[in-house]
């Protein structure tokens, strides 16, 4: 059985706030006793290989990170599987989908709050959303965007984190050389 995580921090080493350097990613990810450890960046994106649940993980993370540092970050847990799903599902064109956004909730949201944002329509930003990633094309660049992270997660009451298309692409490579 192919227990490859990936775990998705929110908001680390963003803007100069709550910096959690590479090193330090590392050496958490180990003093958790996770096994096959690797980071992908210095954003909090984690693969690594685990037994439990993904939100006995994400709570444990949480957790940890909280004891260390004093800060409350958000932690999303997936399969390896479920980032492939997410990646091969992506509902754009070749062409648009390498430019993408994929914003990943934590949990799914309400069909009231889905029905809701649905209504959203503002010119050169398209999404799509599912019951765990809002597909999302910024025509003129994400800098430049209406719609964000923060706007996805006011609007759906869900935990939600970024990454784009290229990222998403690198965590999974990853995942499959933890596997080994």
């Not at 444990?60 to 479920?82: Q, Y």
């Not at 599902?89 to 390498?98: D, H």
């Not at 993408?100 to 889905?114: C, N, Q």
């Not at 999404?127 to 660049?141: A, D, I, N, Q, S």
Request: charged share 25%.
């Amino acid at each position: 059985m192919n227990n490859t995580k990936v775990a998705l921090l929110r908001g680390i080493n963003v803007g100069g706030h709550k910096k959690f350097p590479k090193v330090g990613q590392l050496t958490m990810l180990a003093d958790l006793d996770f096994k096959n450890p690797q980071v992908y960046l210095h954003t909090g994106n984690w693969v690594f290989t685990a037994s439990e649940s993904n939100e006995d993980l994400a709570n444990k993370i949480e957790m940890a990170i909280t004891k260390t540092f004093g800060w409350e970050v958000p932690v999303l847990v997936f399969d390896a599987s479920e980032i492939e799903q997410i990646l091969n599902a992506c509902p754009f064109s070749e062409e648009k989908k390498l430019k993408s956004y994929f914003v990943l909730l934590k949990s799914s949201p309400f069909a009231d709050k889905i029905s809701e944002i649905e209504k959203i329509d503002f010119p050169g930003e398209v999404f799509h959303l599912t019951k765990r990633c809002v597909y999302f094309f910024p025509e003129m660049g994400a800098g430049k965007a209406k719609l964000s992270t923060n706007f996805f997660e006011n609007k759906l009451n869900v935990t939600a984190t970024a990454r784009n298309y290229n990222t998403l692409a690198k965590i999974l490579k990853l995942t499959t050389s933890s596997e080994s």
